[in-house]
């Protein structure tokens, strides 16, 4: 007989792993159907999966965690929510996800993938768009790579790649084959602009945009006006 202990239940049920005294946070995981595996040290949830970590909330259609490589892989529907000492709130969506729970670092990806920014004391939430999202310490620090795409109420930023640092509230973007371009609006106001080099402070609202900069600013006249 396989030492193995199986579990199947079509309730809601909790799970909570323990770790060694250093680590403070336990990692709490619920679901519909849940198998565990002990001599793999594998937890198994479909339905409603989630696990919550501290601050940080996945939630799926299926979940796997990983006791032993305290890793967390998650499917269909994915959902991660964080929230930031400042009261900023992070939300990210995918079809597919890995995460780290030791290591705060994981990957999203499939689904068209979105991080939305929701800054403290700023109205405006920044969605940011990509084929593929790179996490380090949380969200902390994001990679975005591939068909990237930021959309403010005030415009749209486009380009190959984008690193996101929230300990100086920058994202920084950089020409690999296309360089990083800017559509912003503002009433009768337009502007496009292009450079190798772009900088977004989002907590500021403020853009910078560095090397060999070409654009174009508009500014629709009423007809009859001079």
Known sequence: MRNK?????????????????????????????????????????KGNGQVVRGNKIIKADTIIYSEKQNQIDANGNVKFFDTYDDGSKIKAVSENATYNTEKSDGELWGGNPV??????????????????????????????????????????????????????????????????????YQDDKYAEFESDELYLYYDKKTIKMDKDVKGKFIINTPEGNK
């Not at 049920?13 to 990692?27: L, M, P, R, W």
């Not at 004391?121 to 990237?148: C, H, M, P």
């Not at 973007?173 to 360089?179: F, L, Q, S, V, W």
């Open 5 to 45: 202990i199986a579990v199947i239940l079509s309730l809601s049920f909790i799970f909570c792993f323990s770790y060694a005294q250093e680590q403070k946070e336990k990692t709490i995981i619920t679901g519909d159907e849940m198998l565990i595996k002990k001599k793999e040290e594998l937890t198994v949830v």
């Open 115 to 184: 991080i939305e920014y929701n800054i403290k004391n700023s109205t405006d939430i920044i969605y940011l768009y990509a084929d593929n999202f790179y996490l380090d310490q949380g969200f902390q620090s994001a990679r975005a790579q591939s068909n990237v795409k930021i959309i403010t109420s005030s415009g749209t930023i486009t380009s190959d790649n984008a690193k996101v640092s929230k300990n100086d509230n920058t994202l920084y973007m950089h020409k690999d084959i296309n360089r990083p371009k800017i559509i912003a």
